[in-house]
């Protein structure tokens, strides 16, 4: 540490013993020559500085963005979690009779529901045992076949509308005959 001390103090007085020996015309363009290095030095500075304060903010910035992303992912996942569960509780509620569901419902509405066919069964997938029941309605108008259609996805267990075929008809264009494929699923025991 002394030695540092000494060799800085050396350098002193020689820059000063060279100073000395300038012309004051001289000593001025030193002295302007020092100061636009020293404001050179610091602007270098200054934009390292501001520069890495801007990357830092991107960088945080960023990471801000991110942990969005996963709190919106995260409410989604919970979301789909408490449709996932009620869901299971449903499919293992008591199994719904899909041909009295059916014609309760039309009949709760006011529709007819008369030609019911139970259908061929889809083999069975991943722990579910699936009921499926084809009807066919005649001369029907859409907003009753709409409100028949969510009454009995809406009703108890699950009970699905997995196909329709709606033809228009001849005779009266705001009537149609509709042909539904309606599923009820149950978790095998």
Known sequence: MDRLMETWKRLRTDAEAWVGKLSPRERLM???AALAVALFAIGLVSSAIGSGIAAREMRIE????????VG????????????????????RGSPVALMSHISQTGATLGIPVNDLRPSTAAP??????EESVEVNLARIDLSRLAALLQSLERGAGVVKVRRIRVTTRSDDPALVDATLLISTYQLKS
């Open 30 to 32: 030193v002295a302007a």
């Open 62 to 69: 960023q990471k801000t963005k991110v942990l969005s992303q």
């Open 72 to 91: 919106k992912l995260a409410e989604i996942y919970r979301r789909r979690e408490g449709e996932r569960k009620t869901l299971e509780a449903r499919l």
């Open 124 to 129: 069975d997938s991943e722990g579910l045992r």
